[in-house]
T-cell receptor, first 117, second 111 residues
């Protein structure tokens, strides 16, 4: 158990809909990362938050957005869903965003499997 | 853009055999991490290597960081069925930006 929790575990929805994925980082971790993993794309970095502020952006679509709340939990919002958005979505946390090489060690949650029909 | 290439993409071996997985880049990385992922679960951190030429051992797993910090390898001795999974390398950029993940190596160890 990494200490990172994600809900829901599974989500099935229709095209055009909007969903929210939730992540609670490990106790004390300030950085939260979101990744998308599909069979043909591997693990793709979407976005990072550090202590409530956006820190880095990856290949995140404009239809997707995220935020990190004062209690450090994070939500990933996916809207106007398409069939191609079906994937595993992982959240990871790390203690900080810089300062030592070990600051980047990431602890992954169990993921949310999103199926868009 | 910093990229990490992993090879082989897929490896199927018998229990007891040795294997090596490679992670290569044309870019320098400040540090490099190896993760193992089982189907339907999140990646689990195995090790972080920081210094060029560094070698770290974790039971039957040996991790090496290249002298120039552009490549790394994972060697497994006497593989077991429990080693089956997806092995991912990930590098921290030279200027302290986000992690870059390789595409992964799928390892299947048969009994």
């Amino acid at each position: 158990d990494s200490g990172v929790t994600q809900t829901p575990k599974h989500l099935i929805t229709a095209t055009g809909q909007r969903v929210t994925l939730r992540c609670s980082p490990r106790s004390g971790d300030l950085s939260v990362y979101w990744y998308q993993q599909s069979l043909d794309q591997g693990l793709q970095f979407l976005i990072q938050y550090y202590n409530g502020e956006e820190r880095a952006k990856g290949n995140i679509l404009e239809r997707f957005s995220a935020q990190q709340f004062p209690d450090l939990h994070s939500e990933l919002n996916l809207s106007s869903l398409e069939l191609g958005d079906s994937a595993l979505y992982f959240c990871a946390s790390s203690p900080r965003t810089s300062g030592s090489p070990f600051s980047y060690e990431q602890y992954f949650g169990p993921g949310t499997r999103l199926t868009v029909t | 853009t910093q990229l990490l290439e992993q090879s082989p993409q897929f490896l199927s071996i018998q229990e007891g055999e040795n294997l090596t997985v490679y992670c290569n880049s044309s870019s320098v990385f400040s540090s490099l991490q190896w993760y193992r992922q089982e189907p339907g679960e999140g990646p689990v951190l195995l090790v972080t290597v920081v210094t060029g030429g560094e070698v770290k051992k974790l039971k039957r797993l040996t991790f090496q960081f290249g002298d120039a910090r552009k490549d790394s390898s994972l060697h497994i001795t006497a593989a077991q069925t429990g080693d089956t999974g997806l092995y991912l390398c990930a590098g921290e950029g030279e200027y302290g930006n986000k992690l870059v993940f390789g595409a992964g190596t799928i390892l299947r160890v048969k009994s």
